[in-house]
Nanobody, 118 residues
Framework: QVQLVESGGGLVQAGGSLRLSCAPS????????MGWYRQAPGKQRELVAD???????NYADSVKGRLTISRDNAKNTVYLKMNSLKPEDTAVYYC????????????WGQGTRVTVSS
């Protein structure tokens, strides 16, 4: 069973920064598109950003210029650096590993809570 181990959430004031990390427990990192999703209270889970095996990135419009996703293939770890945080960034953040095979496989972390106070 593949597990995605997340770390780095917490409480921060508006304008502050946090960095989330995620590492899969099994050797799937090199074949997966890695992403971060978030779910705020009463809202659906949404994509924040993802990064392909070759480093191409994709961001939600609401986080462009403030959040940066990156992956370290040597450490099998994906990061989400979050700057200029806003109260509306408050959510549970989930790491995702997606393998585009037939069928597509999705693996999820347990979630890490980020709370931004105003």
């Amino acid at each position: 069973q593949v597990q995605l181990v997340e770390s780095g959430g917490g409480l921060v004031q508006a304008g502050g920064s946090l960095r989330l990390s995620c590492a899969p427990s099994a050797n799937i990192f090199s074949t997966a598109v890695m992403g971060w999703y978030r779910q705020a209270p009463g809202k659906q889970r949404e994509l924040v950003a993802d990064v392909t095996q070759t480093g191409s990135t994709n961001y939600a419009d609401s986080v462009k210029g403030r959040l940066t996703i990156s992956r370290d293939n040597a450490k099998n770890t994906v990061y989400l650096k979050m700057n200029s945080l806003k109260p509306e960034d408050t959510a549970v953040y989930y790491c995702n590993a997606r393998i585009y095979s037939s069928p597509v496989y999705d693996y999820w972390g347990q979630g890490t809570r980020v709370t931004v106070s105003s």
